[in-house]
């Protein structure tokens, strides 16, 4: 009987011991798939679950081959429920490898595709999938701005060594073009006798007084060019200074004293421009579609020295639009985040991108030369705080002059010539200016200079020289 009995005890204790085991490693198994610490996150690809689908369609139609002459998208026109190619000008079919006759070269816009390749070489570092409850609310870590872009936005600014951002508030805006008006809107003066005056210096960026204008605020007005105001007695002037400018790329400062200046700084990265200095206004714009190429995000931010002044541009933004897309504010962080984690080494977006536009600005400044039928602005090599040399240009615009007597309207002269540029009174400048763009993918490039070649051979200078470009 006592055996039977220490018999029982000894399987109830195995069979205890047994259940305890199956509870430990259910608790380890869920601990592994399912409260995994951000460090082990990688190991977790083989169990994914709801991501899986999204990240293999978006695979699938980034793998769609367009003979390099286009891309398709996810969300593109569909055939047969598949992505379409989207081709680029002057490209045409199903794959987008038939090159269209009688075709014009296509830089009027600033579109900056030339740094598809190198998000395209860094497609696992930057891809972002997230849920589809991801922050449904109004609200984000800060109110309406993720901190951490905060955070890392400044990290960048420190890293290039572009700006100087310590004590000054940062707001973010849809693009650049929605902080310009906010914060004309925010530098005006409250109940003042007279309006603000917005003026610029020619040639500026056309959006300065096109806005100004649409939106035609009792507290502001537009009243043009800088300089018919530099002996005038009138106070509250807001003036815009884009360093480097558009379209010409220079470096400039502000004309009026005493003036509120709104710095646009959105070509101030080492692929566009030496950095000779930090710059370190009271009020100063960037963007991310000149520093990533991401200008379908509609991201931009400002920095902003004045708390008031910071408070009005809030508020702008509240009744605007109730803040930036929080979808864009997180994939906008993942491509910082990239940005940061390469500078210095071989895969610096500003390296990659000032590579490629020297190069593009040498071979149009040398063909531009063959002939005395066009010139180009004047830019010289610079030292880089950032590249740490003396840099050769690299400029995001080509200011194209039409010398020619006979060429009063230089876009007009190169659309005849099969080139589409952005003419100069556009720009409040002599229509014998006209801007073309170098920023646009290698195909658009090679089409302009392709399209050059007979403007300038019809000069009758140096054809045999022309022809070899």
Known sequence: MG???????SGKIYLTLFYLSLLLNIFFLCQHFFFLPPSRLDSTVSVLRWTRR????????????????????????????WPTCECNTCYAGADCSVLLSNCSADVESGDPLFLEPYWMSHASESAVVFSGWHRMSYDTTNKFQSVELEKHIRFLHAAVGNAITRDKYLVFGSGSTQLVNALVYALSPENASSAASVVATPPYYGLYKVQTELFNGREYEWKGVTSKWTNSNKTNFIEFVTSPNNPDCLLYDSVLDHSSVIYDHAYYWPHFTAIPAPVDGDVMIFTISKVSGHASSRFGWAFIKDENVYKKVLQYMQLNSMGMSRDTQLRMLKIV???????????????????????????????????????LQQLSPQYCTYFEKIRDPSPAYAWLKCENEEDVDCAEVLTKGGILSRGGDIFEASKRYTRLSLLKTDDYFEMLLQKLKPLLASSKENPDKISSF
């Open 54 to 81: 999204a990240a293999e369609e978006a695979e699938a139609v980034a793998a769609i081959s367009c003979s390099g002459h286009g891309h398709a998208y996810v969300d593109g026109v569909l055939d047969n429920g």
């Open 3 to 9: 055996d039977q009995l220490i018999r029982e005890s």
């Open 337 to 375: 985040k990239v940005m940061l984690a390469n500078i210095g080494g071989d895969g610096d977006i500003f390296k990659f991108g000032f590579d490629k536009l020297r190069k593009r600005w040498q071979r149009l400044q040398a063909l531009v030369n063959s002939s005395s039928r066009f010139s």
